[in-house]
């Protein structure tokens, strides 16, 4: 008898004892003359279920979840190995609601295959993309990205068309196509699913936007965090060198294109690009002052295109299936899907692909089951540390970057961390602050020295001092440090403390903007 199990190599699931339960599947399976073939695939993103396994049946893949070394033993004797019902038994894998309801374009293949077989990869429709682009010309490929309306998904929402054809257009012996992987936001890791469970997709979307723009050279700048990421990268890299879908001669094209993984050195600020380039380039990492945009002087002062991971892993769709395909998901004018993340006080956290306008209350309830605690959910973070909290009563808000903007929040890179009832939305405002405090390149004052009087000044405000000029005093110091900061630390980090103090006054101790008196939530 043969089995083939999938067990994820995903960060997240390692993190919860996958490697231990492959080791006790294969020592289990030899127990008991099982002829055992174990797939090391990605999370296919139900983080509460991991280590989520599947067993490959004539009903297709079962799902068994979460998963330990000592749940293996009654797993064989259930009938494992033909997807037999037990405890830990979820049914066909595709068929769990968290799943079903998904609309997975970006992520289609990640869980599904293994990350590193490029022949798995082709077979799920991978490089089909790439080859559509090697017969179009750099201008057409270029105006397809426009067509499809793909905007960058690393957080300010530009869009990725006019990035690249400015590269294009800016005449240059060399261009560079760099691969923003510094993915630092709280509750964000859909990057680091699609490095770890489809890398070749990444490769992919770099070579064509390498043939856009007239690149021969892309690197990846990976946060050091990401050990497992970089594994996998190297390795698919390798593979694709080998196969001749990199190198001099892309699939016989007679185009070239090279790509290299470099290490970043855990700095927030270097997920802002032009503080990424500098890093890229072996000096500090800090913001570059613009114009010149790194479109037209970026990476050694070339022309260089920087996409974020899901950006590029997005545009092989894109050639293969046609601008008007990706274009029709959406809402306004945010088309696509964007792969929300799920992460704080959920019962089920957790990557959701779906296509924007898709609300918050679907996204919290529907998928993520409310709140782990059983209490109210109270409010969310969207878009990182630098994101606007949005209270329960903006819940129905449909996810869309103009939709988010007009109530001043942010969609960013799609991370969603929750909060109940007992959070202090105060306590929530200074850590913001003192985020940016911490993490500031110190080029620009606003940013530099604002942070930090801004932490001093919700102090005296919590403290009952002189609340009055206190709350002015910070308001005039958040209208500052979001006109006048050099990039997007300083800039949004008011976004988080005027929201806060819009939303949740009492947790300030204000009832009339002038007063302190009443605590707040998690406040004696």
């Known amino acids: 008898m043969s089995v083939t199990i999938y067990v994820p190599r995903d960060a997240s699931a390692r993190s919860v004892g996958a490697d231990e339960v492959a080791v006790a599947l294969a020592e289990q399976a030899a127990r008991r003359g099982v002829e055992l073939r174990i797939i090391r695939n990605g999370s296919r993103g139900m983080l509460w279920l991991e280590p989520l396994i599947e067993v490959v049946t004539a009903a297709g893949r079962i799902a068994y979840g979460p998963v330990s070394v000592a749940d293996v033993p009654s797993l064989f004797d259930a009938g494992l190995g033909d997807g037999a019902a037990h405890p830990l038994c979820h049914g066909p894998t595709e068929q769990i609601p968290y799943f079903a309801k998904q609309q997975r374009l970006t992520f289609a293949r990640v869980g599904v295959i293994d990350p590193v077989s490029l022949v798995d990869y082709e077979a799920h429709e991978g490089l089909r993309g790439l080859r559509a682009a090697l017969a179009c010309s750099p201008a057409e490929i270029v105006q397809a990205v426009l067509d499809s309306g793909l905007r960058g998904r690393g957080g300010a929402a530009f869009p990725t068309g006019i990035k690249w054809k400015t590269v294009l257009d800016t005449p240059a012996t060399q261009k560079y196509v760099v691969c923003n992987a510094d993915e630092g936001d709280s509750g964000t890791f859909s990057d680091r699913m699609v490095m770890e469970g489809d890398p070749f997709v990444l490769i992919e979307g770099m070579i064509i936007a390498g043939l856009a723009v007239g690149a021969t ?172 909290f949005v209270p329960a009563s903006d819940f129905d808000l449909p996810l869309d970057y103009e939709a988010f903007i007009a109530k001043g929040a942010i969609v960013g890179h799609g991370g969603i961390v929750a909060f109940d009832d007992t959070v202090d939305m105060a306590k929530m405002a200074r850590y913001a602050m003192e985020f940016c405090a911490i993490e500031s390149c110190g080029k620009c004052t606003p940013c530099r020295i604002g942070a930090t009087r ?64 009443s605590p707040g939530p998690g406040r004696p």
């Open 217 to 388: 050279q892309g690197y990846i700048y990976l946060r050091s965090e990401y050990p497992d990421a970089a594994a996998v990268l190297d390795e698919a890299i390798a593979v694709a060198q080998q196969a001749g879908v990199l190198g001099p001669d892309v699939l016989g094209s007679g185009r070239r294109f090279d790509l290299e993984v470099r290490i970043g050195a855990g700095s927030y600020v270097c997920g802002e690009e032009t503080a990424l380039l500098e890093s890229l380039e072996g000096k500090r990492g800090i913001v570059r002052y613009r114009p010149p945009m790194p479109a037209v002087a970026g990476l050694w002062g070339k022309p260089t295109a920087v996409n974020n991971v899901v950006t590029l892993a997005s545009v092989p769709i894109i050639l293969d299936r046609g601008a008007a395909h990706y274009r029709n998901w959406g809402a306004g004018r945010s088309h696509g899907t964007l792969a929300f993340q799920l992460a704080g006080n959920l019962a089920r956290g957790g990557l959701v692909e779906r296509a924007f306008g898709v609300t918050l209350r679907e996204l919290l309830y529907d998928y993520g089951g409310g709140s782990a605690t059983g209490r109210p959910l109270r409010a969310v973070q969207v878009g990182g540390p630098l994101g606007a």
């Open 454 to 517: 801004g932490v001093e000044v919700i102090d005296r405000l919590l403290a009952g001092d002189r609340p009055r000029l206190q709350l002015a005093v910070l308001r005039d110091l958040c209208d500052t440090m979001e006109n006048a900061s050099l990039c997007a630390l300083g800039g949004m980090t008011p976004y988080p403390v005027k929201s806060a103090l819009e939303h949740f006054p009492g947790d300030f101790g204000i009832t009339d903007a002038a007063t302190t008196t």
